[in-house]
């Protein structure tokens, strides 16, 4: 049933980098819209960065120019490379996929924390 998987996040000092991975499985395939987000307790999750069917990009303002989302179709995985990490990129960050039809799709989340 689960058919978005992350991965790598963890705890990093303030300037580092994660590399997050979404495995894609089932009826997903990352060929589909993707996208990363990102929650705070207590907060709205937030889009952080989008890439379309065509490959096109969006990122959020606060990440735009530190991050990447990108996608290996052979692994079926999308990928989200955050550089320079701030302290306020603290998140448990979410993978999620737009099929064909239905639903969005979510991953179970990735926790990043960087610290000062």
């Known amino acids: 049933q689960v058919q978005l998987v992350e991965s790598g996040g963890g705890l990093v000092q303030a300037g580092g980098s994660l590399r997050l991975s979404c495995a894609a499985s089932?009826?997903?395939?990352?060929?589909?819209?993707m996208g990363w987000y990102r929650q705070v307790p207590g907060k709205q999750r937030e889009m952080v960065a989008l890439i379309s069917m065509r490959g096109s990009t969006n990122y959020a303002d606060a990440v735009k120019g530190r991050s990447i989302i990108f996608r290996d179709n052979a692994k079926n995985t999308v990928y989200l490379q955050m550089n320079s990490l701030k302290p306020e990129d603290t998140a448990v960050y979410y993978c999620n996929a737009a099929p064909n039809r239905g639903p969005l799709v979510w991953g179970q989340g990735t926790q990043v924390t960087v610290s000062s």
């Open positions: 089932g009826s997903i395939f990352v060929q589909n819209p």
